[in-house]
């Protein structure tokens, strides 16, 4: 599994990116998710690109922003061309964007179809410029639970398009992780990893909450301290050979956190892989 860290975390710091990038390779990270409103503000340092980062040990394996899918075409297709060309700058292949700002249920089936149609163009742009586009499950969007993802995977039906697999917002939305997965595999290009302490705490992660600096943090949890079982989860997804994954957190105390997460993720795998290491030797 190659982690990542995400600059969101550093939303409301005053960090550099040289900063975190330090601290990354310190730190058991191989990579470093950039936020599309961060990846924007540093165009003029045009020193800041993917040899910058390898000079670190690092990679950067997507870029993650919010396409403007229900604004004009030629909007949308700037803003996808604008974000795939940031991308290729910083040597990554996948830019992540939000299915709408709707929930399914919520959803005519005119507004679903022109949102699967904006989708599709916007994977043929990317395409064209060496990019799949991800999909993040994610609420208050067209994949906010099991089947309305699938549905605009069939709906959408191209092959830049992709999954952000987000475990604690599928188990949100009322699927098991472990089954979804299975159900999803085939699409799944990345995944987001954080954790709450209870579904009665699910709307710290609303994202009007998560971008104020004086938003609630009570509720979020390291990754293994929470209601989403990812020792099961994670066994499950180590079964792929290559895997992208970033720690998302959005809360306080961020480097003991990422640090203790990284590590705790890092010693499993390696528990998980020992007694296949000791059957070949």
């Known amino acids: 599994m190659r982690l990542s860290l995400c600059t969101i975390t550093f939303r409301h710091h005053l960090l550099s990116l040289e900063d975190i990038a330090r601290w990354a390779a310190a730190n058991d990270f191989q990579g470093i998710e950039l936020w599309g409103a961060h990846a924007r503000n540093m165009q003029h340092m045009t020193e800041r690109n993917a040899d910058w980062m390898a000079a670190f040990g690092l990679s950067v394996p997507m870029l993650s922003d919010y396409l403007p899918l229900d604004e004009d075409l030629a909007s949308l297709r700037h803003a996808t061309s604008n974000l795939c060309r940031l991308a290729g700058r910083w040597g990554a292949r996948k830019v992540r964007t939000f299915a709408g700002k709707s929930a399914s249920r919520d959803t005519s089936p005119e507004a679903r179809w022109r949102l699967s149609a904006r989708l599709k163009d916007a994977c043929m742009m990317a395409q064209d410029q060496g990019c799949q586009l991800l999909v993040e499950t994610h609420p208050g969007t067209l994949a906010d639970t099991l089947s ?46 954080k954790n709450v302490r209870s579904r009665a705490d699910l709307a710290v992660f609303e994202p009007a909450n998560v971008y104020a600096a004086a938003g609630k943090r009570t509720g979020m949890t390291a990754l293994f301290d929470g209601a989403v079982d990812y020792l099961q989860f994670l066994d499950e997804v180590f079964e792929r050979e290559e895997v992208d994954a970033s720690l998302e957190w959005f809360g306080g105390d961020c480097f003991n956190i990422l640090a203790n997460d990284a590590r705790s993720m890092h010693l499993l795998k390696a528990d998980r892989d020992a007694p296949i290491r000791a059957g070949v030797a």
């Open 148 to 193: 309305s993802t699938q549905r605009l995977i069939e709906d959408v039906d191209h092959p830049a398009l992709g999954i952000n697999f987000d475990t604690l917002h599928v188990w949100e939305g009322g699927a098991d992780p472990v089954a979804a997965h299975r159900a999803l595999l085939p699409h799944i290009r990345h995944y987001h990893l």
